[in-house]
T-cell receptor
Framework: DTEVTQTPKHLVMGMTNKKSLKCEQHMGHRAMYWYKQKAKKPPELMFVYSYEKLSINESVPSRFSPECPNSSLLNLHLHALQPEDSALYLC??????????????FGEGSRLTVL | AQRVTQPEKLLSVFKGAPVELKCNYSYSGSPELFWYVQYSRQRLQLLLRHISRESIKGFTADLNKGETSFHLKKPFAQEEDSAMYYCALMETSGSRLTFGEGTQLTVNP
């Protein structure tokens, strides 16, 4: 398995809902990432986990809560989102080696719409 | 702070013509530069990285530290090269990958 799998592919939620995005990889990668991508814009880094520990939080609002239960799974818990949070959320993974992260493997993304 | 600039949002060429997608960066350390590509309805994927100095699908890119550039070139464009191309910079610590704004390349028949 050489892919990063994201579920769900599409999610519509209200501003009071609680939902989660899931990401899974079985490539043995020990770094996992969440990116946010708005239409016609580049991906913007949100969080980085390295060896299941949060290593980077790009000042993301607390209504986004990441979780890395094990080396293969990455979740993004969503609560009290705003309409402007509607975007494509991309998960990625990489294999850190000697401090070099190398190539990032991206999932297809979860398209989130907040009503 | 690191920054990646792709001056052209859109680039249109004819099949068989040379193509160059420009990328400039600013970073105080020793960066790692990449080109990622996103074909229509496909996931974002790595095209090439500067340390490997290889040619992928006929594309090459040379890191010019003096000009802080990492332009992507192909001598003869093909229609299947039409895609969104992102230049990206990885900081020295190896965790933060920053993307440029992207260039949408269209290769016309």
């Amino acid at each position: 398995d050489t892919e990063v799998t994201q579920t769900p592919k599409h999610l519509v939620m209200g501003m009071t809902n609680k939902k989660s995005l899931k990401c899974e990889q079985h490539m043995g990668h020990r770094a996992m990432y969440w990116y946010k991508q708005k239409a016609k814009k580049p991906p913007e880094l949100m969080f980085v986990y390295s060896y299941e520990k949060l290593s980077i939080n790009e000042s993301v609002p607390s209504r986004f809560s990441p979780e890395c239960p094990n080396s293969s799974l990455l979740n993004l818990h969503l609560h009290a989102l705003q309409p402007e949070d509607s975007a494509l959320y991309l998960c990625a993974s990489s294999h850190p080696k000697d401090g070099y992260t190398g190539e990032l493997f991206f999932g297809e993304g979860s398209r989130l719409t907040v009503l | 702070a690191q920054r990646v600039t792709q001056p052209e949002k859109l680039l249109s060429v004819f099949k068989g013509a040379p193509v160059e997608l420009k990328c400039n960066y600013s970073y105080s350390g020793s960066p790692e530069l990449f080109w990622y590509v996103q074909y229509s309805r496909q996931r974002l994927q790595l095209l090439l990285r500067h340390i490997s100095r290889e040619s992928i699908k006929g594309f090459t890119a040379d890191l010019n530290k003096g000009e802080t550039s990492f332009h992507l070139k192909k001598p003869f464009a093909q229609e299947e090269d039409s895609a969104m191309y992102y230049c990206a910079l990885m900081e020295t610590s190896g965790s933060r990958l920053t993307f440029g704004e992207g260039t949408q390349l269209t290769v016309n028949p």
